[in-house]
């Protein structure tokens, strides 16, 4: 298994963690089927009436897929397929709130999983970045679901500056893409006491409210997304030319900036 879940049936919070940390929780297939099955089973729990997402250690949330995952794809340039695109609870129709706990690293395909939660609480020590267009592929879903969570100008400069910048959790968080900053070792007792408080109300009102705020985005977002596969076909570079520039770039690798 790479998630650990675990329900508290009297606080009615579970949290579920991404349990790579060797690999900084990146997500292989068997991860990616993980987290859908485990939204869907949570839709069904009734002792479950809110959810902290957070990651294994302390150097990383999550980097997105790993990159040793091979997902064959069509030769159609307006279908692509990607192992992504259901591991958030919205994508598995699960409309209990999600806390993310963010430590450490969150960059590339945890936006979606950032994308699809309700707030963010971050650890002081985390950092932010998107590495997509420094090794050759187009930043669609990430760029999408980021730009609906923070002022475009920042979206578009951490999507299209790659590795070449960090963004920090102060900066982060005066952006309003986190909504609290705690010490490394306060982060997750701080996202359970938030999950808590909403698992104490009456879940019906919560999911409602759930419900309504995603309503104002929802539109927009599905017509967002419904792009992305033909730019990312278009626009990414073959496998082997990322797999060069990710080769290269590693052995001539500076320290990133962090603002």
């Known amino acids: 298994m790479t998630l650990r879940v675990e329900r508290d049936k009297t606080s009615g919070v579970a949290v579920v963690t991404l349990d790579r940390e060797r690999k900084h929780n990146a997500i292989d297939l068997a991860t990616a089927a993980e987290l859908g099955a485990v939204w869907r089973e949570i839709r069904y729990e009734d002792d479950v009436r809110a959810v902290v997402l957070t990651g294994a250690g302390q150097a990383a949330f999550c980097t997105g897929i790993d990159r040793g995952?091979?997902?064959p794809q069509p030769s159609s340039p307006y279908s692509v397929d990607d192992p992504l695109v259901a591991i958030g609870p919205k994508a598995n129709d699960?409309?209990?709130p999600v806390v993310a706990a963010v430590n450490g690293m969150a960059c590339g395909g945890a936006f979606y999983l950032l994308g699809e939660s309700e707030f963010i609480v971050s650890s002081s020590a985390a950092t932010y970045f998107d590495p997509h267009t420094t090794y050759g592929m187009v930043s669609a879903y990430?760029?999408?679901?980021?730009a609906q969570r923070m002022p475009f100008g920042e979206a578009a400069r951490m999507s299209l500056m790659g590795t070449a910048e960090r963004l920090s959790a102060r900066r982060a968080y005066e952006i309003g893409l986190v909504?609290?900053?705690t010490e490394p070792g306060e982060l997750l007792p701080a996202a359970l006491r938030a999950a808590q408080t909403l698992a104490g109300y009456p879940t019906e009102a919560v999911q409602g409210t759930v419900r309504?705020?995603?309503s104002a985005k929802q539109a927009a977002l599905a017509q967002a997304l419904a792009q992305a596969p033909a730019l990312i076909s278009l626009g990414n570079l073959s496998p082997e030319r990322q797999a060069d520039l990710f080769t290269g770039?590693?052995?001539a690798a500076s320290e990133p900036r962090v603002r």
């Open 212 to 214: 309504a705020l995603w």
């Open 94 to 96: 699960l409309w209990k």
């Open 249 to 251: 770039r590693r052995a």
């Open 142 to 146: 990430e760029a999408v679901y980021m």
């Open 69 to 71: 995952v091979e997902v």
């Open 179 to 181: 909504s609290e900053l």
